[in-house]
Protein backbone atom coordinates (compact mmCIF):
# COMPACT_ATOMS: atom_id res chain seq x y z
CA UNK A 1 0.00 0.00 0.00
CA UNK A 2 1.15 3.47 -1.07
CA UNK A 3 1.50 6.28 1.64
CA UNK A 4 -1.51 7.99 -0.28
CA UNK A 5 -3.23 5.01 -0.55
CA UNK A 6 -2.88 4.93 3.48
CA UNK A 7 -3.53 8.16 4.15
CA UNK A 8 -6.74 7.41 2.33
CA UNK A 9 -7.23 4.65 4.01
CA UNK A 10 -6.80 6.37 7.18
CA UNK A 11 -9.35 9.34 6.72
CA UNK A 12 -12.00 6.55 5.53
CA UNK A 13 -11.27 5.22 9.58
CA UNK A 14 -11.37 8.35 10.91
CA UNK A 15 -14.84 8.99 9.16
CA UNK A 16 -16.27 5.90 10.14
CA UNK A 17 -15.49 6.37 13.42
CA UNK A 18 -16.89 9.63 13.56
CA UNK A 19 -20.23 8.52 12.23
CA UNK A 20 -20.18 5.88 14.86
CA UNK A 21 -20.45 8.44 17.53
CA UNK A 22 -23.44 9.26 19.77
CA UNK A 23 -21.98 12.71 20.74
CA UNK A 24 -19.29 15.41 19.80
CA UNK A 25 -17.10 16.33 22.62
CA UNK A 26 -17.35 20.07 23.59
CA UNK A 27 -15.10 21.88 25.38
CA UNK A 28 -14.22 20.41 29.17
CA UNK A 29 -14.39 22.57 32.21
CA UNK A 30 -10.13 23.31 33.51
CA UNK A 31 -9.00 21.02 31.12
CA UNK A 32 -6.53 24.21 29.95
CA UNK A 33 -4.93 24.74 33.51
CA UNK A 34 -4.99 20.69 34.03
CA UNK A 35 -2.61 20.65 30.43
CA UNK A 36 -0.55 23.59 30.98
CA UNK A 37 0.39 23.36 34.38
CA UNK A 38 1.41 26.91 35.43
CA UNK A 39 3.09 27.28 32.17
CA UNK A 40 2.67 29.86 29.32
CA UNK A 41 3.88 29.51 25.97
CA UNK A 42 3.09 26.37 23.51
CA UNK A 43 4.78 26.19 20.66
CA UNK A 44 4.01 24.31 17.21
CA UNK A 45 4.82 24.50 13.02
CA UNK A 46 2.17 24.78 10.86
CA UNK A 47 1.78 25.45 7.04
CA UNK A 48 -0.59 28.43 6.55
CA UNK A 49 -2.58 27.77 3.78
CA UNK A 50 -3.73 30.53 1.30
CA UNK A 51 -5.95 29.63 -1.28
CA UNK A 52 -9.12 31.39 -2.41
CA UNK A 53 -10.93 27.98 -3.14
CA UNK A 54 -10.02 26.25 0.33
CA UNK A 55 -11.11 29.67 1.93
CA UNK A 56 -14.53 29.62 0.58
CA UNK A 57 -14.87 25.87 1.37
CA UNK A 58 -13.77 25.84 4.66
CA UNK A 59 -16.99 28.92 5.00
CA UNK A 60 -18.95 26.78 2.90
CA UNK A 61 -18.68 23.96 5.59
CA UNK A 62 -18.88 26.04 8.15
CA UNK A 63 -22.55 27.71 7.16
CA UNK A 64 -23.55 24.46 7.01
CA UNK A 65 -22.92 23.84 10.42
CA UNK A 66 -23.31 26.99 11.71
CA UNK A 67 -24.98 26.89 15.54
CA UNK A 68 -22.85 23.40 16.12
CA UNK A 69 -18.82 24.40 15.68
CA UNK A 70 -16.92 27.82 16.50
CA UNK A 71 -15.70 28.53 13.22
CA UNK A 72 -12.22 29.61 11.87
CA UNK A 73 -11.92 32.51 9.69
CA UNK A 74 -9.78 32.85 6.58
CA UNK A 75 -7.09 34.10 8.46
CA UNK A 76 -6.84 31.46 10.27
CA UNK A 77 -6.83 28.16 7.70
CA UNK A 78 -3.60 26.32 8.39
CA UNK A 79 -2.04 22.94 8.47
CA UNK A 80 -0.28 21.40 11.58
CA UNK A 81 2.87 20.17 11.37
CA UNK A 82 4.65 19.01 14.17
CA UNK A 83 3.78 20.17 17.62
CA UNK A 84 6.72 20.83 19.83
CA UNK A 85 5.43 21.48 23.21
CA UNK A 86 6.06 23.98 26.08
CA UNK A 87 8.87 25.79 25.09
CA UNK A 88 12.00 25.90 28.17
CA UNK A 89 15.09 26.74 28.58
CA UNK A 90 15.72 23.85 30.92
CA UNK A 91 12.68 21.28 30.05
CA UNK A 92 11.22 19.57 33.02
CA UNK A 93 7.73 18.09 32.67
CA UNK A 94 7.01 15.34 29.75
CA UNK A 95 5.67 17.94 27.22
CA UNK A 96 8.37 20.65 27.65
CA UNK A 97 10.42 21.22 24.66
CA UNK A 98 14.23 22.53 24.78
CA UNK A 99 14.91 25.93 23.20
CA UNK A 100 17.49 24.57 21.61
CA UNK A 101 15.57 21.62 19.83
CA UNK A 102 12.84 24.10 18.43
CA UNK A 103 16.24 26.17 16.89
CA UNK A 104 17.64 23.41 15.37
CA UNK A 105 14.07 22.48 14.12
CA UNK A 106 14.79 26.13 12.35
CA UNK A 107 17.97 25.46 10.90
CA UNK A 108 16.81 21.98 9.51
CA UNK A 109 13.92 23.23 7.67
CA UNK A 110 14.90 26.80 6.76
CA UNK A 111 16.19 25.92 2.83
CA UNK A 112 13.18 23.15 2.15
CA UNK A 113 10.40 24.07 -0.31
CA UNK A 114 7.17 25.26 1.06
CA UNK A 115 5.15 21.37 0.65
CA UNK A 116 2.49 20.83 -1.96
CA UNK A 117 -0.92 19.99 -0.57
CA UNK A 118 -3.94 18.37 -1.68
CA UNK A 119 -7.11 19.35 0.31
CA UNK A 120 -10.47 17.08 -0.12
CA UNK A 121 -13.73 16.06 1.72
CA UNK A 122 -15.06 17.55 4.89
CA UNK A 123 -14.79 15.25 7.51
CA UNK A 124 -14.69 15.22 11.67
CA UNK A 125 -13.17 14.12 14.59
CA UNK A 126 -14.95 13.59 18.28
CA UNK A 127 -14.15 17.13 18.81
CA UNK A 128 -13.68 19.09 15.50
CA UNK A 129 -14.84 19.51 11.51
CA UNK A 130 -11.85 19.78 9.62
CA UNK A 131 -11.10 19.51 5.89
CA UNK A 132 -8.76 16.67 4.78
CA UNK A 133 -5.47 17.22 3.16
CA UNK A 134 -3.37 14.98 1.46
CA UNK A 135 0.05 14.35 0.43
CA UNK A 136 0.34 13.07 -2.52
CA UNK A 137 4.13 14.23 -3.17
CA UNK A 138 5.49 13.20 0.03
CA UNK A 139 6.22 16.88 0.41
CA UNK A 140 4.43 16.97 4.30
CA UNK A 141 6.38 13.79 4.95
CA UNK A 142 9.62 14.93 4.08
CA UNK A 143 8.95 18.06 6.26
CA UNK A 144 8.28 15.81 9.28
CA UNK A 145 11.14 14.06 8.75
CA UNK A 146 13.19 17.25 8.73
CA UNK A 147 11.69 18.54 11.80
CA UNK A 148 12.56 14.84 13.63
CA UNK A 149 15.73 16.19 14.40
CA UNK A 150 17.77 14.05 17.31
CA UNK A 151 16.33 14.82 20.82
CA UNK A 152 13.28 16.48 19.27
CA UNK A 153 9.71 14.31 20.30
CA UNK A 154 6.64 15.24 19.16
CA UNK A 155 3.57 15.81 21.44
CA UNK A 156 1.28 13.55 19.93
CA UNK A 157 -2.01 11.82 21.32
CA UNK A 158 -2.86 10.01 18.03
CA UNK A 159 -1.77 9.00 14.19
CA UNK A 160 -0.92 12.36 12.53
CA UNK A 161 -3.44 12.88 10.13
CA UNK A 162 -3.13 16.51 8.01
CA UNK A 163 -5.66 18.48 8.33
CA UNK A 164 -7.28 22.27 7.92
CA UNK A 165 -9.82 22.67 11.13
CA UNK A 166 -13.13 24.19 10.04
CA UNK A 167 -14.26 24.62 13.12
CA UNK A 168 -14.45 23.05 16.71
CA UNK A 169 -17.49 21.67 18.45
CA UNK A 170 -18.68 24.86 20.94
CA UNK A 171 -20.51 21.97 23.04
CA UNK A 172 -21.07 18.37 23.32
CA UNK A 173 -23.92 17.37 21.31
CA UNK A 174 -25.88 14.50 19.41
CA UNK A 175 -23.18 13.67 16.64
CA UNK A 176 -25.80 11.94 13.74
CA UNK A 177 -27.30 15.44 12.74
CA UNK A 178 -24.01 16.34 11.62
CA UNK A 179 -22.93 13.49 10.00
CA UNK A 180 -25.67 13.62 7.70
CA UNK A 181 -24.77 17.62 7.20
CA UNK A 182 -20.85 16.24 6.69
CA UNK A 183 -22.04 13.24 4.81
CA UNK A 184 -23.85 15.21 1.97
CA UNK A 185 -20.89 17.64 1.39
CA UNK A 186 -18.62 14.78 0.83
CA UNK A 187 -20.91 13.68 -2.00
CA UNK A 188 -20.96 17.27 -3.24
CA UNK A 189 -18.42 19.82 -5.10
CA UNK A 190 -16.95 20.43 -1.63
CA UNK A 191 -15.33 17.10 -1.75
CA UNK A 192 -13.19 17.72 -5.10
CA UNK A 193 -9.58 17.69 -4.96
CA UNK A 194 -7.75 21.05 -4.64
CA UNK A 195 -3.92 21.11 -5.59
CA UNK A 196 -2.67 23.64 -3.33
CA UNK A 197 1.16 25.11 -3.89
CA UNK A 198 0.42 28.31 -1.72
CA UNK A 199 1.66 27.82 1.91
CA UNK A 200 4.08 28.71 4.17
CA UNK A 201 5.92 27.16 6.68
CA UNK A 202 5.46 28.77 10.04
CA UNK A 203 6.76 28.87 13.61
CA UNK A 204 3.99 29.46 15.85
CA UNK A 205 3.27 29.93 19.46
CA UNK A 206 0.05 30.16 21.43
CA UNK A 207 -0.71 31.63 24.97
CA UNK A 208 -1.60 28.88 26.86
CA UNK A 209 -3.62 30.74 29.18
CA UNK A 210 -6.73 31.56 26.04
CA UNK A 211 -5.03 29.07 23.95
CA UNK A 212 -7.59 29.91 20.96
CA UNK A 213 -4.82 32.41 19.61
CA UNK A 214 -1.65 31.54 17.92
CA UNK A 215 1.12 34.02 16.78
CA UNK A 216 3.50 33.88 14.50
CA UNK A 217 7.27 33.77 15.78
CA UNK A 218 9.52 32.84 12.70
CA UNK A 219 8.34 32.39 8.74
CA UNK A 220 10.30 29.79 6.30
CA UNK A 221 12.38 31.55 3.99
CA UNK A 222 11.08 29.35 1.13
CA UNK A 223 7.44 31.11 2.26
CA UNK A 224 5.29 31.33 -1.77
CA UNK A 225 2.55 33.89 -0.19
CA UNK A 226 2.10 36.82 1.76
CA UNK A 227 3.85 39.43 4.12
CA UNK A 228 6.57 37.25 5.62
CA UNK A 229 7.22 40.04 7.67
CA UNK A 230 3.96 40.18 9.54
CA UNK A 231 2.85 38.97 12.83
CA UNK A 232 -0.51 37.37 12.56
CA UNK A 233 -2.65 35.59 15.52
CA UNK A 234 -4.27 32.59 14.20
CA UNK A 235 -6.34 30.39 15.96
CA UNK A 236 -5.79 26.76 16.57
CA UNK A 237 -9.72 25.63 16.75
CA UNK A 238 -8.83 21.70 16.48
CA UNK A 239 -5.62 20.84 17.74
CA UNK A 240 -3.08 18.87 15.92
Do not use: K
Not at 62 to 70: D, E, N, T
Not at 199 to 211: F, G, Q, T, V
Amino acid sequence: MSADDHQMRAFAETWARFRALDHTLGPTPDAIETWRRGRERYALWALRVVDPVVIARIAAVAARLAGAIVPVTAAQAHVTTWVCGFPSAAPALDDDVADAIIAAQRRAVANLPCPRLVVGAPNAFATCAFLEVHDPHGDVAALRAALAIPGANEVRFAPYQPHVTVGRFGDTRPAAPIARVLAALRDGEHAAPRAVADSRLELLELDARAPDRLTTVWVSPQATTGDVDSVTPIADACGA
